[in-house]
Structure formats: structure tokens, C-alpha cells
């Protein structure tokens, strides 16, 4: 009995190994021969609620070089709006902010802000020029004459038109100069004020036809705000 017990089984095992595989490969074959299947999808039931749309971002490199900041275009002449660090004036420089920088001038040092343009220069200076009612004889206006003076001389320039301002109590000179530069007739604009000791002038050179162009805007916006102290009115003998 132990015999056709176990051959019996023996029998049994095969029977169902080969029943097994038959039922494999129909799977297979039925994998085979479905067609594929694409799952969409599914948009959230939230009413107005939109699907997060996917963005890619470049792979982050951390010792990438930063692309350098573009100057402005040299034909940008659009208004900015400029104020001294103080307060005292406002203007607005053409295209872009203005490089400010400090340098020495015998015992005073002048603060200037510039924006350079083809043919043509944009600048304000401000300097402790010295006046004191109080040590110096004259007024105030006859002092702001003598340094004006000055700063043509210093460019050995000529003037060719000028009119006295007057903004509250601070004496104002506007006027128009030409002078030499590489064997070229160039021009100077502006307009000098003496604001309390300081004397602030507002400036525009280089190509006589640029600057007829380009300086009007520029000056006209300048302006002493009210934190501007008038120089001192009194008068010395």
C-alpha cells in the first residue's frame, strides 16, 4: 500500500505542476495581448480650484557666476529721482542713479554725484566753501560772484549768458560757458547756489548741441528742498 500510496502522489504532484504552468502561460499571454492602460489624471472637485501647473527649475549650482548687472542704454535718458544724503537738494539724473564720490580740495572736501552720456556729463558738486557773514566782508550774493568766478577761471572758461536766482534766502547764479577740450569747443551749463557755507552747482558738459539739448531737463529739476539753511544775510563793512 505504501507503494501506490506514494506513487499516487507522485502522480498527483505532476498532474497539478502541469495544470500550474498551463494557467501561467495563459496569464502571460493575456498580458501580452492587452492593450495598454493610460491613467489620466483626476482633476480636484473643488469648484474654481485649478490644477498646480508642474515647473522645472535648472539644477541649482551654487559656484555659478551671477550675470553682470546691464548698464543703462546710452540713449536712456529717462528721469531718475536723486536727493542728497542730507536732504539739502533733489534732482533727477538722466537713465540711472548717479556715482557719488569724495575726494579732498585744499582744506574742504567735495561731495559729487556724475552720470556720464555720450558727448555729455551730468554732475553736481557740494563743498564747504568758506563764507561767514560773520569774518567775511560783503553780502552773501558778492561772495557766490567771487566763487563763481573762480570756477570759470578754473576751467578757463567764458561765460556767455547768466541770470541771478533767488530760491528763500540763498542767492542763485544760472548761466551758460564755453571752454576747450582736446582741441574741441565744449559747454557748461548750470546754476550755483551758496546755501549757508556750502556751495552746491549743478552741471552739464560736453558737445554744445548735446547739452542745448539735455541740460534744460536736468537743471529745471533741480531744487533746494526746506532743509536747505539760506546763507547768512548780514553785511560787513
Known amino acids: 500500500m505504501d ?3 506514494i506513487l499516487v502522489a507522485i502522480v498527483l504532484a505532476f498532474v497539478g505542476y502541469k495544470l500550474i504552468g498551463d494557467q501561467f502561460k495563459k496569464i502571460q499571454e493575456a498580458q501580452k495581448n492587452a492593450p495598454p492602460v493610460v491613467v489620466q489624471p483626476v482633476a480636484p472637485m473643488i469648484p474654481g480650484l485649478k490644477p498646480i501647473p508642474t515647473v522645472q527649475f535648472p539644477p541649482f549650482n551654487p559656484f555659478a557666476r ?8 546710452a540713449d536712456d535718458f529717462t528721469p ?10 533733489a534732482v533727477k539724473f538722466p537713465g540711472r542713479k548717479p556715482t557719488s564720490v569724495q575726494f579732498p580740495v585744499f582744506e574742504t572736501v567735495v561731495i559729487r554725484h556724475h552720470v556720464p552720456k555720450p558727448e555729455t556729463l551730468f554732475e553736481i558738486d557740494d563743498y564747504d566753501c568758506g563764507w561767514d557773514a560773520a569774518g567775511r566782508p560783503g553780502t552773501a550774493r558778492e561772495w557766490l560772484k567771487k566763487a563763481h568766478q573762480s570756477q570759470l577761471d578754473g576751467m578757463n572758461a567764458r561765460e556767455e549768458a547768466t541770470k541771478e536766482l533767488t530760491v528763500g534766502n540763498a542767492p542763485g547764479i544760472a548761466f551758460e560757458a564755453l571752454y576747450s577740450k582736446d582741441d574741441r569747443v565744449r559747454a557748461w551749463y548750470g546754476k550755483v547756489y551758496l546755501v549757508g557755507s556750502r556751495l552746491v552747482t549743478v552741471s552739464v558738459y560736453g558737445d554744445p548741441n548735446v547739452v542745448a539739448q539735455r541740460a534744460y531737463p536736468f537743471l529745471g529739476s533741480f531744487e533746494l528742498t526746506p532743509k536747505a539753511k539760506p546763507a547768512p544775510t548780514r553785511t560787513i563793512d
Not at 551671477?66 to 542704454?73: H, Q, T
Not at 529721482?81 to 542730507?86: A, C, G, I, K, V
Request: a negative charge; hydrophobic letters at 35%; proline letters at 19%.
Open 66 to 73: 551671477r550675470p553682470p548687472v546691464p548698464e543703462p542704454a
Open 80 to 89: 531718475v529721482s536723486f536727493e542728497s544724503h542730507d536732504g539739502l537738494y
Open 3 to 5: 507503494k501506490i500510496a
